[in-house]
Every structure is written in structure tokens, then in C-alpha cells.
T-cell receptor, first 111, second 117 residues
């Protein structure tokens, strides 16, 4: 059973464009994380959100946790080719840090 | 600070064989988790070990097993390999808070890519 659905699955955009990736579930999460994975490497943590409605910014990346803690979004402003990669959300439903990963969004930013 | 080290990076096996993968966590990290990553299923949780004990287990058949040693290094084993076991196997370590809970930040290795022919 896939608890976390990400959309879109694939995204190809031009450098300088903005984009938003969504992570949705019917389950409530104690916390939610976003990772980025580049080819040949393991995922690298970008952010952890814990409080419903929380917004965190990491340079051009803005992360939001839904008020009900069931969904999250990642917004990238003025995308760069270096943003290319697989973006994964991961949620912890039990508060014990056993993370379930989303289906992933593969982003390609063209120069 | 050395990262998570997984060996081997690549391996090819045939159906029916077994395989053992190794993971050395970041020094001081006592929790080790294993994930299977495939194009169709994404990242699937296999199991998690803390202080040599399996604390969490995913929905995989008994052919998938693991263990953790006293130095926190971990191994996972897959017996009677099937074609569908072809995947990237990722190990992640994390730093525990007091009480054994993890900080939540998973540090991943580069993975072991298994091909079953």
C-alpha cells in the first residue's frame, strides 16, 4: 500500500521557470521530509517539517506542510540545471522515525 | 567525517543464488535502515536495526533478512534470488536521540545495485 503519492511524476522545464511538487496522503504524519537523489547516489535530506502549516525555505526552495499534516509541497523558484534530480517526500506516521517514501518526482531543468 | 559506505557497489547474480550486502554507518550512528529502490515501486522500507536489534520491518518475504553487529555495521541477505529482486539496495544510518529515537535525518549510502539474471 502506497501511503504517499507525489505529483507530477515527471517534470521537464526550462531554466528560470518556477515549479511546485506535491506530496499527498490520506494518513496523518508526525513529520515529513524531502530528499533529493541524483543519479548514482543515495537520497540527501533537504528539509524536515513537523508542525502543521509550517513553511521552511532553503534558498530558492520553499517547503510547506499541510495544516492537517497529510500533505506537503515543494516550490522551486527560478529553477537551475543543478536542481535536476529525483525529489522524494518521506513521512513518519508513528513518530518513531520509520519513514515511508513517496513515489518520487523526477525533475529535469534544461539550460 | 566518512559517510555511509556500502559494498559491493554492483553485483550480478543468477536466480536461486543468495547475496549478502554490507553497510558501514557513519561513526556514532547506531540506527541502520535498509531500503529497496526500483523504478516501479520506488523506495520500499525493508528493515531497521538499532543496537543489534531489529526494531522495524517492512512487508518483504522472509528471503530478505538482516543483522547488525556490535560496531553498528549491518548486513542484509537475500536468499533464493528472483528476477524481481533486481534493484538498488540503499542503506541509511541515523543518529539516535536519548531514549533510542532517531533524529529523523537519514544519511544514505550510494547503494548496492543488484542485477539478477
Amino acid at each position: 500500500t502506497q501511503l504517499l503519492e507525489q505529483s507530477p511524476q515527471f517534470l521537464s522545464i526550462q531554466e528560470g521557470e518556477n515549479l511546485t511538487v506535491y506530496c499527498n496522503s490520506s494518513s496523518v504524519f508526525s513529520s515529513l521530509q524531502w530528499y533529493r537523489q541524483e543519479p548514482g547516489e543515495g537520497p540527501v535530506l533537504l528539509v524536515t517539517v513537523v508542525t502543521g502549516g509550517e513553511v521552511k525555505k532553503l534558498k530558492r526552495l520553499t517547503f510547506q506542510f499541510g495544516d492537517a499534516r497529510k500533505d506537503s509541497s515543494l516550490h522551486i523558484t527560478a529553477a537551475q540545471p543543478g536542481d535536476t534530480g529525483l525529489y522524494l517526500c518521506a513521512g513518519d506516521t508513528s513518530g518513531t522515525y520509520k519513514y515511508i517514501f513517496g513515489t518520487g518526482t523526477r525533475l529535469k531543468v534544461l539550460a | 567525517k566518512a559517510g555511509v559506505t556500502q559494498t559491493p557497489r554492483y553485483l550480478i547474480k543468477t536466480r536461486g543464488q543468495q547475496v549478502t550486502l554490507s553497510c558501514s554507518p557513519i561513526s556514532g550512528h547506531r540506527s541502520v535502515s535498509w531500503y529497496q529502490q526500483t523504478p516501479g515501486q520506488g523506495l520500499q522500507f525493508l528493515f531497521e536495526y538499532f543496537s543489534e536489534t531489529q526494531r522495524n520491518k517492512g512487508n518483504f518475504p522472509g528471503r530478505f533478512s538482516g543483522r547488525q553487529f556490535s560496531n553498528s555495521r549491518s548486513e542484509m541477505n537475500v536468499s533464493t534470488l528472483e528476477l524481481g529482486d533486481s534493484a538498488l539496495y540503499l542503506c541509511a544510518s541515523s543518529l539516535p536521540l536519548a531514549g533510542g529515537l532517531n533524529t529523523g535525518e537519514l544519511f544514505f549510502g550510494e547503494g548496492s545495485r543488484l542485477t539478477v539474471l
